[in-house]
């Protein structure tokens, strides 16, 4: 049985997931508030799905980029979680989850998050197989930056408000936006790509285990 915590921004998440089915899942948008809010939110959706924490086997939590302080508290619950439970530990880029989340297309995809000041954290994914592949471009920019940098017909998902869909729709040749409702990161996702990575053995070491940040110095403010 997994757990699976996002806390990257201000869009929260937890899901339970057993391998074939999940038995419940949560996304609220938190003002702030996730120290008083995350945990309350855990033993209600365990509670819901009938599970104990004695149930639980492996914890899977969203390593970011995001928000410096949603990070924090969101590992350092799966951490304890994980420690006083004598759990498994696995980290899943935020990104990642938010890609594996879009119908596979034959065009290159592009998921972004919100990262303060007006910009955008954003990842380039190409499709293989029937998975959705980072090509390593990890980076913070602005949406005329983003706007720019799509040359050809390219899905964006993520956390895009009215003014981003505003200055992206401009291109709708080649910007091929996600739905508001196919853009909201959901932790079942992160559930399913923990699972995976758990199965292979990709286990982290609570101790070690940090926040994915762009570079020093540029951490999302929160």
Not at 51 to 63: C, G, H, Q, S
Not at 68 to 78: H, W
Request: charged share 25%; aromatic share 6%; net charge neutral.
């Amino acid at each position: 049985m997994l757990l699976a915590i996002d806390t990257s921004t201000r869009a929260a998440g937890v899901a339970v997931y057993d391998g074939v089915q999940v038995l419940g899942e949560v996304v609220w948008i938190s003002k702030d508030h996730h120290t008083v809010e995350v945990a309350p939110v855990i033993e209600q959706t365990l509670r819901r799905a009938g599970i104990r924490v004695e149930d639980l086997t492996v914890i899977a939590v969203a390593l970011g980029p995001g928000s410096f302080t949603g990070l924090r508290i969101g590992l350092s619950i799966a951490k304890g979680i994980a420690l006083a439970a004598n759990l498994d530990l696995v980290g899943v880029p935020t990104l990642d989850f938010l890609a594996a989340a879009q119908p596979v297309r034959d065009m290159p995809l592009v998921a972004v998050l919100k990262a303060g000041r007006g910009r955008l954290a954003a990842d380039w994914y190409r499709s293989e197989g029937q998975c959705w592949k980072s090509e390593g471009k990890l980076q913070v920019l602005d949406v005329h930056a983003l706007s720019r940098s799509i040359q050809e017909p390219t899905l964006v998902c993520g956390e895009l408000g009215e003014e981003e869909r505003r200055v992206l729709g401009r291109k709708w040749k080649n910007a091929c936006l996600a739905s508001p409702a196919e853009s909201l990161r959901r932790p079942s996702y992160l559930a399913e790509l923990g699972w995976k990575r758990w199965q292979e053995g990709h286990l982290e070491d609570p101790a070690v285990l940090s926040p994915l940040y762009l570079h020093i110095g540029e951490a999302i403010p929160g």
